[in-house]
Nanobody
Framework: QVHLVESGGDLVQPGGSLRLSCAASGFSIRDYSMNWYRQAPGKGREQVAV????????AYADFVQGRFTISRDNDKNALILQMNRLKPEDTAVYYC???????WGQGTEVTVSS
């Protein structure tokens, strides 16, 4: 059974950093493409970043390009999102997604505020 559990969300000041993690079970994340999405209060869910299977090519939404990095920790079977230079508009619930299984985690809340 596929299961995704996000962690690492917190309250952080503008300009700060956070590292989100998504622990996967029921499959090996190295074999599948994976996504991070986010949903801000009152808005729809939007894709933040994707990492492909195999060699792990990555792509990012324009609004996080150069600030966020998606990666995999294959030893821990976890998806990572390193977020730097955070802005108030990054405030959202962040979700990991395994599209091959149509699987979503429960989300982890990130609040960027002074």
């Amino acid at each position: 059974q596929v299961h995704l559990v996000e962690s690492g969300g917190d309250l952080v000041q503008p300009g700060g950093s956070l590292r989100l993690s998504c622990a996967a079970s029921g499959f090996s994340i190295r074999d599948y493409s994976m996504n991070w999405y986010r949903q801000a209060p009152g808005k729809g869910r939007e894709q933040v970043a994707v990492i492909a299977d195999g060699r792990g090519g990555t792509a990012y939404a324009d609004f996080v390009q150069g600030r966020f990095t998606i990666s995999r920790d294959n030893d821990k079977n976890a998806l990572i999102l390193q977020m730097n230079r955070l802005k108030p508009e990054d405030t959202a619930v962040y979700y990991c997604n395994a599209p091959s299984f149509d699987a979503w985690g429960q989300g982890t809340e990130v609040t960027v505020s002074s």
